[in-house]
């Protein structure tokens, strides 16, 4: 379920963005959206409000699955608590002790 929410929720990201690159800015700056480049189709206050109207779906739908996929993945983790309450990680060991030589007999 989460598998396929993500897929739709990268969908949807990726219209949304493709919209919102094809408005007409206010500056006249980056915007590809215009009456020109859609012909005889809308006009441009046809076209605008269209591609309004589907920011405004998308952008919903973005929200709503962001809420949903983080909803079903909060109790997923590994780790229940914060990551403040964990030990500190255990010191490296020491090195061997290096072995006593045999005591040499004086004569």
């Keep these: 379920m989460t598998t396929v929410l993500l897929v739709v929720f990268l969908f949807v990201t990726l219209a949304l963005i493709g919209l919102v690159l094809l408005q007409r800015s206010e500056g006249g700056g980056l915007g590809i959206g215009s009456s020109q480049g859609m012909g005889s189709f809308m006009g441009g206050r046809g076209t605008a409000n269209l591609l309004t109207r589907g920011t405004a779906i998308l952008g919903t739908l973005f929200f709503i699955l962001a809420l949903t996929l983080a909803l079903l993945n909060r109790g ?26 045999p005591a040499v007999p004086n004569n």
């Design 76 to 101: 997923t983790s590994m780790q229940n608590r914060s990551i403040l309450d964990s030990p500190a990680p255990a010191a490296t060991p020491a090195a061997p002790a290096v072995p006593a030589l």
